[in-house]
C-alpha cells in the first residue's frame, strides 16, 4: 500500500510534527521571488536603491526551513531543491551545513518566453546528499533538458511537469518517502503516484489544496491499494 497524506497550513508548523529521520527524498519548489521588488518614494527623496539587505527575509525563513529539512531526512537522502540566479547563494548558504555534496543543476526548458533581452530559458535546482548517501554512478551531465508546462496547462503559474520530477526520482530507487513542503498544485505527489513512491505534500494556499486532491486524490490504480489523507492544520482531517 503506498500512502499519500495532504496537509494545509505553513510548513514551518507542520514539520516538526513528521517523524524525525523519516523521509528519503526531499523535492520541492519554493517561492523564492524576492520579498522586496519595489520601492515607493517621495517626490522628494525619489526612489531608494535597491540593498542586498533585502534578501534578509528570504535568507532567515529558509535557514529555518532547511534545518527542518535536515531533522526530517535520513542520513543517507538527498535535496532538490528549484531555485534560480538570486536565490540560488542564499539557499546554497543555507543547507550547505546539513549536505556533503552541493551542487546545481541546470533545467533547460528548450524553449524560451516570449518578452525583451534575454529571456529565461532555463531554471535552477539545488541537488544536495547527506553524509552517507549512496553515490549513484552515471553518465548523465548535470543538464536536464525538458520541456516545461504550457502555461495554458498550467494549474500553478510555477507548475513543473511531472516527466521532470519523475527524472529525479527515478535516480534514487531505494527512495519510497517523499517529502514535497511547497506543494503547490501537486506535481511531485502525481510523480510519487506513477513510480510507486509514497509523498507528503505540505500547502498554504486552500485553493491549490483543492487543486491537489483533484488532480491526485480521485486516481486509482490496479497493481496496487492507496491510502490518501488530508489534514487542515486548524481543522483536523
Not at 543547507?95 to 534575454?118: A, E, F, M, Q
Request: proline share 4%; with cysteine; aromatic share 14%.
Amino acid at each position: 500500500m503506498n500512502f499519500y497524506n495532504l496537509y494545509q497550513g505553513d510548513c514551518l508548523d507542520i514539520m516538526p510534527n513528521i517523524k524525525k529521520k523519516s523521509m528519503d527524498l526531499i523535492i520541492t519548489d519554493p517561492p523564492y521571488f524576492l520579498p522586496i521588488n519595489s520601492y515607493v518614494g517621495t517626490r522628494e527623496n525619489g526612489y531608494n536603491k535597491r540593498s542586498l539587505a533585502d534578501t534578509s527575509i528570504l535568507k532567515g525563513f529558509f535557514e529555518r526551513v532547511f534545518k527542518e529539512f535536515d531533522r526530517i531526512i535520513k542520513d543517507d537522502g538527498s535535496f532538490y531543491v528549484f531555485c534560480d540566479a538570486q536565490s540560488y547563494p542564499i539557499f546554497y548558504n543555507a543547507i550547505y551545513p546539513y549536505c556533503n555534496h552541493v551542487r546545481l543543476i541546470i533545467w533547460d526548458k528548450l524553449v524560451s518566453y516570449n518578452g525583451y533581452t534575454w529571456r529565461h530559458q532555463h531554471e535552477l535546482i539545488l541537488w544536495g546528499e547527506k553524509e552517507n548517501t549512496e553515490r549513484i554512478p552515471t553518465g548523465e551531465g548535470d543538464i536536464i533538458k525538458y520541456r516545461g508546462v504550457l502555461q495554458e496547462n498550467r494549474l500553478h503559474p510555477a507548475e513543473k511537469p511531472a516527466g521532470l520530477l519523475r527524472i529525479l526520482i527515478k535516480k534514487h530507487k531505494d527512495a519510497l518517502n517523499i517529502l514535497d513542503p511547497f506543494a503547490g498544485s501537486g506535481t511531485t505527489m502525481y510523480a510519487c503516484q506513477d513510480l510507486r513512491r509514497n509523498c507528503v505534500s505540505i500547502e498554504l494556499d486552500e485553493n491549490y489544496c483543492e487543486v491537489v486532491k483533484k488532480r491526485c486524490f480521485n486516481r486509482t490504480f490496479l497493481d496496487r491499494e492507496v491510502e490518501y489523507d488530508f489534514v487542515h492544520l486548524n481543522g483536523g482531517s
